[in-house]
């Protein structure tokens, strides 16, 4: 977990560094302006600055935490073992960072500033001011990742959260001049700072029994209770429509070997299928309105072993993909591995999967190497660099390894997301269409590294989706063919071959008003 916890800090690092140090410069040059040019008390500066950056980094963080659900990110390392403690906390530590550095470089411009200009301004007051700004940055943090579940995967969530957090702004200041509502300063976490300005840039009396230190007393409350409440939607919306838990997931107490019992008991319940392979999908159904996208799909995956599923477009590839790793929720129907709950044990982090989606979950701002280790560590792999060199060689992509994500060419980002699922060795890999929109030589050097892959863990169950007859030729040992959502052969390419005559025949015909009889 503390693995996972690295991985998640590093990547966040790797993609703030563009930002923060331009927003350190900012910060300085507008502090020195306001202190500077317009002549304001330094105290009200203190307060205006400290609501106006935290509207300013809940939107950013916000964001980020929506756009790792759009981009499918969280997702698929979820599939591969991401757990959620160590993601929340990285991504909260993450944004601590971030923030206490910006907060604490403006609160130090303010100090220096104020020590050759305005010494008679430091007074306790001002270092109450001070301390109360610092611990904005953990209580911003939390509650921004809080906040980003109220927006789902909507990446203009950016906007819409400037709105919420100018909202809460308003709604403090009203309750603060109408002296109601002060239950709010539990809840709200701009209510401390803005009470502080009001009493300094408005000219209100500070009440004799006031004492700025007791506004820490809620900020840490409200930074312990939205922390929790991010952890609870954490596990409840994942970003997966069948990965999230129940509701009292909390109160549910795991009992191993009842679990095993009945899901063998469910397993001899149902009639006329097989129980044979390591992975088995049963009465797989899925429907989109009146669209039958899976009908009644029954598949057995077994260890050492690679089952190519054929189907042309729409006919339910991906969808069967989503299904087995907890993207999708299937209607009817369930899948498992060893005789227990197969989603469940994704839940769980006890099975090890690598994933290559259709889709590309690559960072524009971070190296090839550096995706390979963020990869190494969010699987909880040690010597992460190490193994990411270890995975550009085995890619043979050693010339592109300092490049960004944006700077890469399509063949060598569908190398990358490859390798992101073959990289720590998972015992269970699925492959959605890994070649596909490829020229034809790269196809034949992913064809090439896959068998690689096989020959270097001999008990892989690998599933790979594709449309090319010619794909499954090569790396299959068994086939399963999908047309219109439903599963019409499985077993071995050659017998398939001779069921369905897979050939390619030619007809000719003559030209009756041209041709000569003779001939």
Request: hydrophobic share 45%; charged share 20%; aromatic share 12%.
């Given at each position: ?78 599939i591969m073992g991401l757990r959620t403690l160590p993601y929340v906390f990285g991504q909260f530590m993450s944004f601590f960072v971030f923030s206490f550095v910006s907060f604490g470089l403006f609160c130090l ?411």
């Amino acid at each position: 977990m503390y693995s996972q916890f690295k991985g998640i800090m590093y990547r966040n690092l790797l993609l703030f560094r563009r930002i923060l140090i331009p927003m350190m410069v900012l910060t300085s040059v507008m502090t020195y302006f306001y202190l500077e040019e317009t002549k304001l008390n330094p105290k009200v500066v203190l307060g205006i600055f400290s609501v106006m950056m935290a509207n300013q980094v809940v939107p950013f963080f916000v964001y980020s935490m929506v756009d790792d659900r759009a981009s499918k990110f969280k997702s698929t390392f979820k599939i591969m073992g991401l757990r959620t403690l160590p993601y929340v906390f990285g991504q909260f530590m993450s944004f601590f960072v971030f923030s206490f550095v910006s907060f604490g470089l403006f609160c130090l411009s303010m100090f220096l500033f104020c020590k050759s200009r305005y010494p008679m301004v430091l007074d306790s007051y001002f270092y109450s001011l001070i301390a109360m700004m610092m611990m904005m940055a953990p209580l911003i943090s939390i509650f921004s990742m809080a906040l980003s579940f109220l927006f789902g995967s909507f990446r203009s969530s950016k906007d819409y959260s400037v709105i919420v957090a100018f909202g809460l702004i308003v709604i403090t200041v009203s309750s603060l001049a109408s002296g109601k509502f002060e239950f709010l300063r539990w809840v709200i976490p701009f209510f401390p700072t803005i009470r502080s300005l009001m009493y300094t840039a408005f000219g209100q009396s500070i009440p004799a029994d006031y004492n700025v230190y007791s506004e820490l007393i809620p900020m840490a409350a409200q930074t312990l209770a939205y922390g929790l409440l991010a952890i609870y939607l954490e596990n409840l919306y994942p970003g997966d429509e069948d990965l999230g838990k129940k509701a009292l997931f909390f109160l549910e107490k795991e009992d191993g070997a009842r679990e095993v019992q009945e899901d063998l008991r469910i397993i001899d319940q149902e009639e006329g299928l097989t129980s044979t392979g390591d992975l088995i999908a049963r009465n797989v159904t899925k429907k989109f309105g009146n669209f039958v996208a899976l009908d009644k799909v029954n598949l057995s995956l077994k260890k050492g072993r690679t089952c190519c599923m054929l189907g042309q477009n729409g006919a339910g590839k991906s969808t069967f993909i989503s299904i087995l790793t907890g993207m999708l929720k299937e209607d009817e129907g369930s899948v498992r591995f060893g005789g227990r709950d197969f989603k469940k044990q994704i839940r769980d982090g006890k099975v090890t999967i690598g994933i290559c989606p259709a889709y590309e979950y690559i960072f524009e701002n971070i190296s090839l190497r550096s995706h390979f280790a963020i990869g190494a560590m969010l699987k909880g792999i040690d010597s992460p660099f190490q193994k990411a060199d270890q995975m550009i060689e085995f890619l043979d992509v050693l010339e592109f390894k300092d490049r960004l994500g944006r700077e890469l060419s399509g063949g060598t980002k569908r190398k990358l997301t490859l390798g992101m699922a073959l990289i720590g060795q998972s015992s269970i890999l699925f492959l959605d269409e890994p070649t596909s929109a490829l020229d034809p030589v790269s196809r034949q050097e992913i064809w090439g590294l896959l068998e690689r892959a096989k020959a270097n863990s001999p008990d892989l169950l690998c599933l790979l989706t594709t449309h090319h007859l010619e794909e499954a030729e090569k790396l299959a040992d068994d086939v399963a063919v999908l047309a219109n959502g439903e599963l019409r052969f499985t077993g071995p390419v050659n017998s398939m071959k001779k069921e369905f005559g897979f050939a390619y025949k030619i007809e000719v015909f003559p030209d009756s008003k041209n041709s000569d009889p003779k001939e």
